[in-house]
């Protein structure tokens, strides 16, 4: 199957957050399956034609037209060194020579930009995929765009619109549609929404389907609480909105092989972990005791559950436990956690930065990982934290309810510890069954980690859904 993927990142050649981890995973995933042909058509930016370790070759040059302008499309191919994998580079210095790569004041127009130019870098190609696959708000237009201008030379492409993220829309105010999209007017309603232009809400009117991250998040979606406004819309799609649930790529995430970690292990040789332990407290300037380390690995802002972390803190650090966070975001976070870091040295380390190694030397060597996220649509670092062989203890929304079931110690079930309502002293009485286990039922505890780490987190079982559900919208 001929697959094209569209996104605004994907690691390694850029990466922000779990979308750029999924478009590393999932065309790869895709790509190893013999019978397909892969694509993925990424913005060329400043960070990216700044890495020496990338090299790109030049293929076309043209122009895409947005109303009155005309804007220069550069069309380059990375080497990927796998046969059906191709890696495409949109290149345009005037959008995409910034340093940053979202948050300008134009971004509505860099995105619609690179819709238009990924249709007209495959016509080019003369690649036409069956599936083409977009991510999140940035590639929202690009069904419109297929069917508006581009029909012609995809008559049978079928399109599948993926929401990693319903709180970023791409909204602008309506003069936009005139200004720069340059469609006709009977696409104004479709791009429209609550008096605004809405990237996302005319993804999910048009593709033939849309999914998210994980399959309590394609039901909670449908409700206005989760939907960002959405709600009725992606609620009307019916049996069109689908789940799957992501998976991680466990060729980065490798215990057994993390260049990071002091010390590797695996399953196995789960006692090595006790050396990841204590060389994070000597890192961080932790006190080097038995106490179990919880820790988060996350951005500092209100729906990551940070609000009720707050609340409950200096209960928490009460406790026998040294804590660890790794992370940056809102300012109010990160002051108020920086004032409570000050009062428990040796206790509480507060990393107000982003450094994978670390990161990964944190899910190394702690024993307890924090997910209480208010929403989640799949959440990756549980995954992460589970693989490498530490306990998630999760608000049981969106994909951290798929990914962790609650554990039965009476008979050996489940993944990790979770709370149902969203407030701090349920988060905290989670948190507490933890430490119980943790104190009182070592063995139980220890088996339970080492059962994360043997669970299948691969996108094996994912990629497999995606190719069902293609082949599926292939046969309709
Ligand atoms: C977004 C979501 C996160 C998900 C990731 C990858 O970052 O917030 O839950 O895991 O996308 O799909």
């Not at 690179?114 to 036409?128: G, H, Q, T």
């Not at 399953?267 to 890192?283: H, P, V």
């Not at 820790?295 to 500092?300: D, Q, S, W």
Request: net charge negative; proline share 4%.
């Amino acid at each position: 199957m001929r697959i094209a993927m569209a996104a605004s990142e994907a690691a390694p050649y850029i990466k922000t957050g779990g979308l750029g981890d999924v478009l590393q995973a999932l065309p790869r995933a895709l790509a190893d399956l013999p019978e397909n042909d892969v694509a993925l058509f990424l913005p060329y930016y400043k960070k990216i034609k700044d890495n020496p370790a990338i090299r790109a070759e030049f293929l076309a040059s043209f122009t895409v037209n947005l109303t009155w302008r005309q804007q220069y499309v550069g069309l380059f191919r990375c080497e990927t060194g796998r046969k059906n994998l191709q890696v495409y580079l949109i290149d345009n210095e005037y959008y995409f020579l910034r340093e940053g790569t979202y948050g300008f004041y134009d971004d509505g127009e860099r995105f619609a930009y690179f819709s238009k130019a990924v249709l007209a870098c495959m016509n080019w190609l003369d690649f036409r995929p069956e599936i083409l696959h977009c991510h999140d708000w940035q590639t929202a237009l690009i069904p419109v765009y297929l069917d508006a201008e581009f029909r012609g030379c995809f008559p049978d492409t079928r399109t599948v619109f993926t929401i990693h993220n319903v709180e970023y829309q791409g909204k602008i105010a309506p003069e936009f549609f005139n200004d720069v999209l340059g469609l006709d007017d009977y696409w104004r309603g479709v791009c429209s929404f609550d008096g605004c232009v809405n990237f996302m809400k005319a993804a999910v009117t048009r593709a033939n389907v849309v999914t998210t991250v994980s399959e309590t998040y394609a039901s909670e979606l449908r409700y206005p609480y989760y939907a960002h406004g959405l709600s009725g819309i992606l609620a009307s799609r019916g049996q069109n909105l689908r789940g799957i649930t992501n998976g991680i790529d466990v060729s980065v995430y490798d215990p057994a092989t993390d260049k990071a970690l002091a010390k590797n292990f695996t399953e196995q040789t789960f006692a090595d972990k006790q050396i990841n332990k204590r060389a994070l407290q000597k890192e961080l300037g932790l006190g080097q005791t038995d106490a179990p380390i919880l820790a988060m690995v996350t951005r500092l802002v209100g729906h990551k559950g940070i609000d009720i972390l707050c609340f409950i803190i200096r209960r928490l650090l009460e406790r026998d436990l040294q804590l660890v966070i790794v992370g940056t975001g809102d300012a109010k976070y990160e002051h108020a956690l920086m004032a409570v870091a000050a009062d428990y040295p040796g206790k509480f380390s507060m990393n107000l930065r982003f450094d994978s190694g670390l990161a990964s030397r944190v899910y190394a060597g702690s024993d307890i990982y924090l997910m209480p996220s208010r929403s989640e649509p799949c959440g990756l670092s549980q995954l992460i934290a589970m693989h490498y062989g530490t306990v998630p203890v999760v608000n049981a929304t969106g994909g951290l309810k798929d990914t962790v079931p609650p554990f039965n110690p009476e008979t050996g079930e489940g993944r990790g510890y979770t709370f149902q309502s969203y407030n701090g002293d349920d988060f905290l009485g989670a948190i507490d069954r933890a430490l119980g286990d943790y104190f009182n039922n070592r063995a139980a505890w220890d088996a339970l980690a080492r059962k994360d780490m043997r669970e299948d987190f691969s996108w094996r079982v994912p990629a497999a859904k995606y190719m069902e559900m293609y082949r599926g919208m292939l046969a309709e």
